[in-house]
Structure formats: structure tokens, C-alpha cells
């Protein structure tokens, strides 16, 4: 299998993709200039098996490791600051984000702001790239199939004071390598796979349907669509199976690198709904996507055609993507409406205009108004597939 080879890719970023190569994350800091690494990881993973790894693996080449795992599911700027604050009281030297989305997260946030005194928002996509360099090191091994957020600095972090979701990022500032270890991800519960992985078919769907001329990343969506839609069905039930698992593992990359050209209204809305309801990133994407591809119907027909045969369809226009999808989604046990999961916005108009203001909202092949979007959170929450 295909999926079960140890090769060195050098695009877009340096990753060493193939199972047992978490094994080499000491020397892969090491090649980075580093003696002493900051872990970084969220408390739901800080007492898994790699965690331990990692720390034993670091010690054991004679590096000086430390761990901050005080990050939640969905990272906010307050935390980003705590872990700059271990970063510099241990006189750290790189960080390793260690992972799923949340730790991968908090990790580019520390290393954007670690020893600098510039503020986490003027990170903020949103503004002008703030004039600075020489970025502490990051290195990003990723323990689930979904983020994708491995070859990237852009993070998304809450902010606090606002109460809304907003992406940081710096252009010159890429992870120095990731590592991409199928093993990492078998320990993951069937729950978390299905969810995880349905944020990077998401992933595909989104940055395919932006309409915007970019051959480079429609290849990458479809390919990606390709590897996750055969494997992302058997996943959950095959859960050790290292070939399903690295097939996974590099669509979900190749989903995150897709997305570079933008994304849409499933994760404009979602965002905001992570921010105020702290719900899985993965999950609400999953229940949100039907009700946003049922708005988007009328724009991405076009789409289809190549998403279909990509997936491996029968049929191969808008009602059979959107069939495949929801007969996913059943397979997969996702609950079928935002209510179903615990979130029941009594002011979707109030949503709408934050998710309105995301910059998804912006590369969505369908123009939508607040209005437009709140009725779409309305019959995600009411009706959803
Ligand atoms: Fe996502």
C-alpha cells in the first residue's frame, strides 16, 4: 500500500509522512537549532500515550523538553498567553505543536508572539501583517485526520474580549517541518475519527467550490477527496488499520493545503458557533455543511462533475454530492440538527453577523446576507439534513 511508505515531501513545507516517524521528532528539532522544546498540546490529550512519547523521545536524545497542555478545545488568546509566558520562564528555544486542531492551534499562536512584545491580535488576518521576523521555530505533528494545520502558521484562536473567533497568521512564518505519523491517529476514538475527518472533507468541499481560479489547490482539494472518500466510511470501524489511517492522514493534509485559496459559510458559521458554545470544531462543521450546501446549490454546480468522480460517485451532479454526503453523515452517527448537539441560538441574526464577518464568509461561492445567514443557522438547528 501506497499509504504505508516512508517518503520525504518538501511541499509546501518540509513533512515526514510515514507510520514510526514520530520517532525522529528529536531530530527533527535538533536539525531546527533546538535544545530545549515546548510541547504544546490541549488538556483533553495531555495524558495520552504520545504526550508521554514525545516528552520520553525529546529526553532520551539529550534535549531539555517541557510540556503546557492548559489549552481548551477551542484555544483562546488568554491561553496563547500563558504558554508564551512557560515559553519564555523555561527558556525555551521551539515549540511542538502535538495534536489535534486545539493544540496545533495554541501552538502557532505561542510561536508567533514568543519573544516579542507584539500583541496576539496584530496577527489578526484581518490587519496588515505587522513588520517582524525571525520567528521562534515551529514544528507541528498532528495526532488527528482533520486540521490539516500542519503546513501553516495561521491559527484559529478566540478572543476573548470580542467573543468572537479570529484567525492570526504571519506570511513569513511557516512550521520548519511536521510529521505526519499514521500510528499517531489509531488511538483516536471512533467518535473523534468521524469527526475529525469530516473537517477534512469540509476541508476539500469549501476550498474546492471558492470561486477562484487556483489549479494548485482544486488539485490538492480533489486529491484529497479522492483519499478521504473511500477511507473515511472504514475508518471508524477499522480503526487500527495503518493504510486507512495514513490515507487519512494525508488527505487531511492535502485538504489543509487546499484551503489556502479560502474556505465558506460552514466555517464562517461554525467558528462563531465554537466561539460562543465551545462545541467540536469537526462535529458542527459536519451538522452545518447539508444546510449550506442546500444554500450554495444554486452556485456550485459546476463543482460537481469533479467532486463526484473524485469521490467515486454513480451520480454525478449537485443531488448526488449532497446525497453522498448526508448518507456519510447517517453512516457516521452525526446528530442531524445544530439542536441536537446542544446548540439552540435564540439570536441567530446576532450569530450572522459575526459569522458574516469571518473571513470564510468572504470566499463562499454564494454571496449571502446576514439575513441569508442567519436563516441558513435557522434550518441547520431546526431541520439540519
Ligand atoms: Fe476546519
Known amino acids: 500500500m501506497l499509504t504505508l511508505e516512508t517518503v520525504d515531501w518538501t511541499f509546501p513545507v518540509p513533512i515526514k509522512y510515514g507510520p514510526g516517524r514520530f520517532a525522529e521528532l528529536a531530530a527533527t528539532c535538533r536539525a531546527a537549532g533546538s535544545e530545549r ?8 490529550s495531555r495524558d495520552l500515550d504520545f504526550v508521554e512519547r514525545a516528552l520520553a523521545v525529546l ?3 539529550g534535549l531539555s523538553p517541557g510540556l503546557f497542555a492548559e489549552v481548551s478545545p477551542n484555544p483562546t488568546d488568554a491561553e496563547a498567553e500563558r504558554g508564551k509566558a512557560v515559553f519564555e520562564d523555561g527558556q525555551h528555544d521551539l515549540v511542538v505543536g502535538l495534536g489535534g486542531g486545539s493544540g496545533l492551534d495554541a501552538a502557532k499562536a505561542v510561536s508567533l508572539i514568543a519573544r516579542r512584545d507584539t500583541p496576539l491580535w496584530a496577527f489578526d488576518f484581518d490587519e ?4 517582524v521576523a525571525d520567528f521562534v521555530p515551529l514544528i507541528c505533528v498532528p495526532t488527528t485526520a482533520g486540521t490539516g494545520a500542519e503546513t501553516e502558521s495561521s491559527a484559529m484562536i478566540t478572543d476573548t474580549r470580542r467573543g468572537i473567533k479570529g484567525c492570526v497568521w504571519h506570511p513569513r512564518h511557516k512550521p520548519a517541518a511536521a510529521i505526519l505519523d499514521p500510528e499517531l491517529t489509531t488511538g483516536l476514538p471512533p467518535g473523534l475519527t468521524a469527526w475529525t475527518g469530516c473537517d477534512a472533507l469540509v476541508h476539500a468541499i469549501e476550498a474546492y467550490c471558492v470561486p477562484m481560479f487556483h489549479p494548485m489547490c482544486d488539485g490538492a482539494a480533489l486529491e484529497a477527496l479522492r483519499l478521504i472518500g473511500p477511507a473515511l466510511p472504514r475508518v471508524v470501524n477499522h480503526p487500527g488499520e495503518l493504510e486507512i489511517r495514513g490515507a ?22 461554525s467558528h462563531m458557533i465554537g466561539a460562543e458554545y465551545d462545541t467540536h470544531h469537526g462535529l458542527t462543521n ?7 450546501l442546500r444554500f450554495n446549490a444554486p452556485a456550485i454546480q459546476r463543482h460537481c462533475r469533479p467532486m463526484a468522480q473524485a469521490l467515486g460517485l454513480k451520480r454525478c451532479d449537485f443531488d448526488g454530492v449532497y446525497r453522498y454526503v448526508c448518507d456519510l453523515l447517517d453512516a457516521l452517527a452525526i ?3 445544530l439542536s441536537d448537539i446542544g446548540v439552540a441560538p435564540t439570536d441567530p441574526t446576532g450569530l450572522a453577523q459575526k459569522a458574516s464577518r469571518d473571513p470564510a464568509a468572504l470566499t463562499n461561492p454564494r454571496r449571502a446576507s446576514v439575513e441569508e445567514i442567519a436563516e441558513i443557522i435557522r434550518d441547520a438547528r431546526d431541520t439540519g439534513r
Open 37 to 44: 522544546p515546548l510541547v504544546i498540546t490541549d488538556r483533553g
Open 59 to 61: 529526553s532520551e536524545a
Open 128 to 131: 496588515p501583517a505587522p513588520d
Open 248 to 269: 487519512m492522514l494525508a488527505g487531511s493534509c492535502l485538504a489543509g493545503v487546499s484551503f489556502l485559496k479560502g474556505l465558506g459559510l460552514v466555517h464562517a458559521i
Open 286 to 292: 459536519a451538522v452545518l455543511l447539508p444546510a449550506v
Open 335 to 337: 446528530p442531524a440538527s
